[in-house]
T-cell receptor, first 115, second 110 residues
């Protein structure tokens, strides 16, 4: 798990709280991703950053705000979440989206519970 | 992005080969076939990918049909630790999108 790390691994928050999820990749990659996995549902792509530019926002509500300060770090800022936002949030990284193959490697995830 | 179809579940005896099928009849010419697996509540683990040719690595083999409409992931000697959900995904290097389906739950039994 040293390639892509995520902190915290577990988070419980109230609907009025503000919290942030952190992802760090140690693979020298240039693209980073946020996915959401709700119970018994497939992974859903949320955001994509390629060379620090956001290239995909998959109609994600504004209460989720991503930040990519550099190619190694990705944050997901959370505010005024709803209980249905409780899920496993997964970060991934890949060498860079430039055509051809671009294999993604995932972190262990943050288990988020919204009360 | 290609839609893939996989059986919801499969069983395999420990030590035997596990052959996991996937249909991806809508895959486009520049889309790769990726296989990942996810052990309960962990992040997906990359297994293998291919475009046209069969591929093999230390984890598995990937057999892609000549028309690229289907593929099979082969775990040559399944162990109990291979019990997981296996995802077959058509992915384009142009967009970075991986569209995960429900996958196949592989249960390796002693």
């Amino acid at each position: 798990e040293t390639g892509v790390t995520q902190t915290p691994r577990h988070l419980v928050m109230g609907m009025t709280n503000k919290k942030s999820l952190k992802c760090e990749q140690h693979l020298g990659h240039n693209a980073m991703y946020w996915y959401k996995q709700s119970a018994k549902k497939p992974l859903e792509l949320m955001f994509v950053y390629n060379f620090k530019e956001q290239t995909e926002n998959n109609s994600v509500p504004s209460r989720f705000s991503p930040e990519c300060p550099n190619s190694s770090h990705l944050f997901l800022h959370l505010h005024t979440l709803q209980p249905e936002d409780s899920a496993l949030y997964l970060c991934a990284s890949s060498p860079g989206i430039r055509g051809g193959t671009d294999t993604q490697y995932f972190g262990p995830g943050t288990r988020l519970t919204v009360l | 992005d290609a839609k893939t179809t996989q059986p919801p579940s499969m069983d395999c005896a420990e030590g035997r080969a596990a052959n996991l099928p996937c249909n991806h009849s809508t895959i486009s010419g520049n889309e790769y076939v990726y296989w990942y697996r996810q052990i309960h509540s962990q992040g997906p683990q990359y297994i293998i990918h291919g475009l046209k040719n069969n591929e093999t690595n230390e984890m598995a083999s990937l057999i892609i049909t000549e028309d690229r409409k289907s593929s099979t992931l082969i775990l040559p000697h399944a162990t109990l630790r291979d019990t997981a959900v296996y995802y077959c995904i058509g992915g384009s290097g142009n967009t970075g999108k991986l569209i995960f389906g429900q996958g196949t739950t592989l249960q390796v039994k002693p």
